[in-house]
Each structure stands twice: as structure tokens, then as C-alpha cells.
């Protein structure tokens, strides 16, 4: 069973900045890309960003380009998402996911694309 575990979260003002962490306890975690996706009170859950197993490509929705980054540390078997500039319309709870395919490269931007998911960790913006 593979566990993700996410952390960082927490309360900012508009235009700061949070790392949120996601660590993973699969021992194949370096095969699978991963994504980070936020949903907000009475709203579906979104697609924030993935990256791709070796973290050669990363895709980010439109909303927060420029603004957050992805990135992975697969000796470590984490994931983050360092989030700049941030605004009100960010506010939701965050989870990690794991792609369900091995190797994969293209933009897997949808939820049925993962299998594996953490509890999630709430990001509030205040303005």
C-alpha cells in the first residue's frame, strides 16, 4: 500500500509563500510522475501541476503559472510545490497524487490519471 503524506500548509497573506511537501513511502516512487491538485469548499478539485518521473517536464495549470513549481527529490521519495505571489483564489486543501503509469512523460492532468492520493493539507489566503 503506498502512502503519500503531504505538509506545509498553512495560513499566508496574499503575496506570500508556501513549500508544500509531499513524501511518499513507495519504493517505487522514482517510476510514477506526480501531480499536486487543490479543491476548494463546494468546488470540484482541480489539476495544479505534475512532473514527470525524472522530473525532465513539468505542466502547470494556466491559474498558476509562474507562481508555483514543482519539483521532486526521488532519492528522498518527495515531492514538492513551492508556491510564490499567492492569492486569495488559492485557497483550498492540496493533495498529492501518484500517476498511475510507470514512466510517464506526457501531462497527466486528470484525477482518473492517479491512483494513489494523500489526506491533503489546507492552504489559506487571506487578503
Known amino acids: 500500500q503506498v502512502q503519500l503524506v503531504e505538509s506545509g500548509g498553512g495560513l499566508v497573506q496574499a503575496g506570500g509563500s508556501l513549500r508544500l511537501s509531499c513524501a511518499a513511502s513507495?519504493?517505487?516512487?522514482?517510476?510514477?510522475?506526480m501531480g499536486w491538485f487543490r479543491q476548494a469548499p463546494g468546488k470540484e478539485r482541480q489539476f495544479v501541476a505534475a512532473?514527470?518521473?525524472?522530473?525532465?517536464?513539468?505542466y502547470y495549470a494556466e491559474s498558476v503559472k509562474g507562481r508555483f513549481t514543482i519539483s521532486r527529490e526521488n532519492a528522498e521519495k518527495k515531492v514538492y510545490l513551492q508556491m510564490i505571489s499567492l492569492k486569495p483564489e488559492d485557497t483550498a486543501t492540496y493533495y498529492c497524487?501518484?500517476?498511475?503509469?510507470?514512466?510517464?512523460?506526457?501531462?497527466?492532468?486528470?484525477?482518473?490519471?492517479?491512483?494513489?492520493w494523500g489526506q491533503g493539507t489546507q492552504v489559506t489566503v487571506s487578503s
Open positions: 513507495d519504493g517505487f516512487f522514482s517510476r510514477h510522475a
Open positions: 512532473i514527470t518521473w525524472s522530473g525532465d517536464n513539468t
Open positions: 497524487a501518484r500517476e498511475r503509469l510507470e514512466w510517464g512523460t506526457r501531462k497527466a492532468s486528470k484525477s482518473d490519471d492517479y491512483d494513489y
